[in-house]
């Protein structure tokens, strides 16, 4: 006697029953039809009655990021893809086939089935992500890289299960076949592993953010981090291009990150002005009243003087030598107004270090090197004030009689010996003797 199907069983002994078709491709086509029936109302039922459940539901919760943040990643349609596969899988046996084909038809459904529920797993974490992207915490913890490293152990166990299901076997089985090879996974995941120990060391200790401008020289990155993820990190250089680190070497290697300087509020001004020297000279009485006049160098050469005064005045008769006296120069007078300039200066931090020094002069001059914090950290409010700063500094330096030094250009060479051809043809004094031509150092006269 034939076996009965699960279709004879599943209808029963009424009219269906006693009209069954009694071909097998029959029987085949109305089974069929009948998954083909039961898939489309489960997945109606998935797509349209739970997923607007779930949305209105988070909407009444004040989780309204969060709903569409499933909907863009495609949860939602995940799910009501993967249970009409499961209900056809629950209900092969209503196909009248050999058992051998039919067990391989319902674990293939089977597998879809799961493959989809994962994709939904793997939707709620990038819907997760994105609602934490929104939120002030992002900007000092990153997430990603856990976020990452969960959807690649999602895809491992997916894996694992559709294999399985696949070949029936137990997945059991093929875990503790996954021993034998770890030594091959290491090897496969070693930046894995590395990325992972990097993001969790950077994380909690607090060594890079989003937004945060580092340099990092030896892999050409110089700009704001724009994206940390478990593998790499991008940096947009102020060119606009994106320089692609990865995530161990910023742990492994040292880098530059500019964000403390941001959040000091001030931004240090660093600059060297370079002095010919053969313009720095002692100061006359005449000159010294001269510069009296100028309300910054006011109380300076006061007390300057005052102090000069009683220090020759202790070297009794030496004091007649102008050679034991001491006197004002123009380069220490200039760097006594700079620093008094400065501390008027309302955009610079008066309470962070303020020097104006000199450094050891060689065969470019002498270098007197301003050092100061501006109070804006942006680049170009800070350029701005550095600007203004100098601009000042270096228009007063003639008031002093002192002048910036700069090597000869090709100019200025060929102007002296057009004033040599001249003075030749004229017969007038050599240049040599001129005293209004001053040659570089090293220059040849004719």
């Given at each position: 006697m034939q076996e009965e199907t699960m279709l004879e069983r599943w209808m029963g002994d009424g009219w269906l029953m006693n009209n069954m078709p009694d071909a097998l491709w029959a029987q085949v086509l109305l089974g069929v039809a009948v998954l083909l029936a039961l898939s489309v109302v489960t997945g109606w039922i998935a797509s349209r009655v739970l997923a607007r459940l779930a949305q209105r539901t988070l909407d009444a919760m004040g989780r309204k990021d969060w709903s569409r943040a499933l909907s863009r990643r495609r949860v939602f349609r995940s799910v009501s893809y993967a249970v009409p596969l499961l209900v056809i899988m629950a209900n092969i046996g209503l196909l009248p086939i050999a058992d051998p084909y039919l067990g391989f038809v319902g674990r293939f459904f089977l597998s879809a089935g799961i493959v989809f529920l994962f994709m939904a797993l793997n939707g709620l974490l990038a819907a997760w992500q994105d609602v934490y992207d929104a939120s002030t915490r992002a900007q000092t913890r990153s997430i990603k890289g856990y976020l990452e490293l969960g959807k690649i152990v999602l895809w491992a166990v997916c894996l694992i299960l559709v294999i399985s299901i696949l070949v029936?076997?137990?997945?059991?089985?093929?875990?503790?076949?996954?021993?034998?090879?770890?030594?091959?996974l290491l090897l496969v995941f070693k930046d894995t592993l590395l990325s992972l120990v990097a993001s969790t060391q950077m994380t909690s200790n607090d060594m890079l953010r989003i937004g945060d401008w580092i340099e990092m020289p030896q892999a050409g990155a110089d700009g704001f981090v724009i994206d940390i993820a478990l593998h790499t990190v991008k940096v947009q250089n102020w060119d606009k291009t994106v320089t692609t680190i990865p995530t161990y070497k910023l742990f492994s290697e040292s880098y530059r990150n500019w964000r403390y300087m941001f959040e000091s509020g001030g931004r240090r001004i660093k600059r060297t002005l370079r002095i010919d020297a053969g313009t720095v000279r002692f100061l006359t009485e005449e000159e010294?009243?001269?510069?009296?006049?100028?309300?910054?160098?006011?109380?300076?050469?006061?007390g300057k003087q005052r102090e000069l005064e009683e220090t020759n005045r202790s070297l009794g008769e030496l004091a007649g030598l102008q050679g034991n006296r001491r006197r004002l120069t123009n380069i220490g007078t200039f760097r006594a107004y700079a620093l008094a300039y400065l501390k008027r200066q309302r955009e610079l931090h008066q309470d962070m270090l303020m020097i104006v020094r000199m450094m050891e002069p060689d065969a470019q001059g002498i270098p007197i090197e301003v050092y100061c914090f501006a109070d804006k950290t942006a680049w170009v409010e800070y350029e701005r004030i550095q600007g203004d700063i100098f601009d000042h500094l270096l228009a007063i330096l003639p008031e002093l009689s002192l002048r910036l030094y700069q090597s000869p250009s090709g100019a200025d060479f060929a102007r002296l010996w057009d004033a040599g051809h001249a003075a030749d043809a004229s017969g007038s004094t050599p240049m040599a003797a001129s005293p209004d031509i001053a040659f570089p150092e090293g220059a040849a006269v004719r």
């Open positions: 029936n076997r137990s997945p059991l089985l093929m875990l503790s076949g996954l021993g034998a090879l770890s030594a091959v010294i009243a001269g510069l009296s006049r100028y309300a910054l160098l006011k109380d300076y050469l006061d």
